[in-house]
């Protein structure tokens, strides 16, 4: 990828995964460290898990939520966040995670398409609210004031993630599409990459690992997300930083 190729974008999307806050000191899912109490996510963020354990759902993310706490966001972030900045044309920055380093960044128009973990959701109304840390059944939802009605805002397998359409128009008119820090093994965030490509997109793939996906990428930038993304926004803001 070369600094010729880079002057034809004009539209970027932009897809991240648990990857670029690892550096954050948050856990990847499918890292070393990526089991909870001994589940996998696949067993956590499931509507079944939820109706058949609640109580051990709400305490993973009330964990989580207490872990963002003590945590920043990281170089990458910081990146994003000034190029979104800086670009002259449209910059669509797509993540998959649900902290809220992206926006603690700085990034203002982004699409969190997996949800908030600062959010909670009523099941009655769907209305979506600000959540405090630790949160359960026993809370009284907000707008219906009813026990056992407030979930965690965030997408579980099986159900539709967030900003489909808007995400399904960004990726069919981008010349160029980046993935940071994901493992490409959840859909249809993996499908991204072909839709990319059908629209005609150059793409790169930003992640320490080779992923599943990594044979649909035309470009692969080796390496942690702190090194590898302030690096893509210098070449893509050149001298005007
Ligand atoms: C670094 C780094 C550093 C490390 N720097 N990088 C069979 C076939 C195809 C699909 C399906 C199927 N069966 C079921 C499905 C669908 C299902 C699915 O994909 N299942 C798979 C398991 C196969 N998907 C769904 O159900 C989705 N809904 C859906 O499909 O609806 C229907 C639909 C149809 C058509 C259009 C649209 C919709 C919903 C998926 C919801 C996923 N939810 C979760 C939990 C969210 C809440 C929470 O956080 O708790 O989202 S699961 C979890 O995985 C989370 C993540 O966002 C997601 C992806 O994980 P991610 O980000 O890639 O993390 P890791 O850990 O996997 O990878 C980290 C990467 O970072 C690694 O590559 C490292 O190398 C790298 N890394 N250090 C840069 N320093």
């Known amino acids: 990828m070369d600094a010729l190729e ?24 499918r890292g070393a460290d990526g089991l909870w109490e001994n ?36 170089a990458a972030h910081r990146a994003l966040a000034e190029l979104e900045r800086c670009w002259s044309s449209q910059i669509t920055l797509i993540s998959q995670n649900v902290d809220d380093l992206h926006q603690r960044a700085g990034s203002k128009a982004l699409l969190s398409m997996h949800g908030e973990l600062a959010k909670m959701r009523c099941k009655s109304t769907e209305r979506v609210h600000d959540a405090p840390v630790n949160f359960d059944g026993a809370d009284l939802c907000p707008c219906c004031q009813l ?3 407030l979930r965690p805002h965030v997408v579980w397998f099986g159900e539709m993630p967030l900003h489909m359409d808007e995400i399904t128009l960004r990726l069919a008119d981008c010349d160029a599409f980046i993935a940071i820090g994901t493992s490409a093994t959840v859909y249809p965030a993996a499908g991204f990459v072909s839709l990319a490509q059908a629209a005609g997109a150059v793409t790169l793939e930003i992640n320490p690992e080779p992923t599943s996906a990594s044979s649909q990428f035309d470009h692969h930038w080796r390496g942690p997300a702190t090194e590898q993304v ?11 930083r």
């Not at 880079?6 to 899912?29: M, P, Q, R």
């Not at 499931?46 to 966001?73: C, G, H, K």
């Open 147 to 149: 026990p056992g009605n």
């Open 230 to 240: 302030p690096r893509l926004v210098a070449a893509l803001l050149g001298p005007h």
């Open 6 to 29: 880079i002057a034809d974008w004009h539209n970027i999307v932009i897809l991240t995964g648990a990857g670029i806050s690892a550096e954050s000191g948050l856990s990847t899912f």
């Open 39 to 74: 589940h996998r996510v696949e067993e956590v963020a499931t509507p079944e898990a939820f109706a058949r354990d609640p109580a051990m759902v709400y305490r993973f993310y009330n964990a989580r939520r207490q872990q963002l706490m003590n945590v920043s966001p990281n």
